[in-house]
């Protein structure tokens, strides 16, 4: 069965990376954009982030080239702040045991993030997540529910996307994938987990649910 896990706060929490992604767009343009203009933007990936904010401050969308340079900025932002000597993401342990378990019981598993692809591995490496478990980052004009199709479009189902955010939800019902929430951030009916949860509470949990599907 094909899984989708946000990266994003669902397996691990970097603080502050809306701050580095000001920064670095500070560093590329000249002018950080304020927290009021980068919290405003109705997309929830980097691509869609970026490009919105391009817009509104250049008159026109964000050239391929022009994120290409983003993520490079992006990425040594992250590299200079999260190191042994800096700051340390907190681990998701249980969850992050929990999807290895999920793949080696031979679930096809994706993390798919809002962050740019490089800026994804930094943030995959750091949190040992095993290679097995395959990683698709924020693409050119490609929205989160983009995303998860592209990750689950040659794959037989039942599927499923696991995340912590509402966006998370929404992208999923975009989609067409059922949901399941990390953490009590996003209301609704759907199952919930504990961010604490040991691996064995998400091995079970995504099992029953697909069996259910």
Not at 35 to 41: I, K, N, S
Not at 127 to 146: W, Y
Not at 189 to 194: G, I, Q, R
Request: charged residues 25%; proline residues 6%; contains cysteine.
């Amino acid at each position: 069965m094909p899984l989708c896990f946000d990266l994003d706060g669902t397996l691990g929490t970097f603080g502050g990376g809306y701050l580095l992604l000001r920064e670095a767009l500070g560093l590329q343009w000249g002018e950080a954009p304020r927290a009021d203009e980068l919290h405003a933007c109705r997309g929830s990936t980097d691509w869609e982030i970026v490009d919105e904010l391009h817009r509104a401050r250049f008159g026109e969308g964000l050239s391929d080239l022009a994120y290409a340079a983003f993520q490079t900025i992006c990425l040594a932002r992250f590299q200079a702040t999260f190191h042994p000597e800096g700051k340390i993401p907190v681990a998701h342990q249980g969850i992050i045991k929990g999807l290895h378990q999920l793949a080696e019981r031979g679930h096809r598993v994706w993390l798919v993030s809002g962050n740019v692809p490089p800026v994804l591995d930094f943030k995959a490496e750091a949190l040992n997540i095993d290679k097995k478990v395959l990683r698709l980052g924020s693409l050119p004009r490609c929205s989160r529910a983009d995303l998860i199709r592209m990750a689950l479009q040659d794959c037989s189902g039942p599927h499923l996307y696991v995340g912590d955010r509402p966006h998370d939800r929404e992208a999923a019902r975009e989609a067409g994938v059922p949901f399941m929430s990390v953490g009590k951030a996003v209301p609704g009916d759907h199952p919930v987990l504990d961010a604490e949860a040991e691996a064995r509470h998400l091995v079970e949990a995504v099992e029953a649910l697909v069996a259910g599907l």
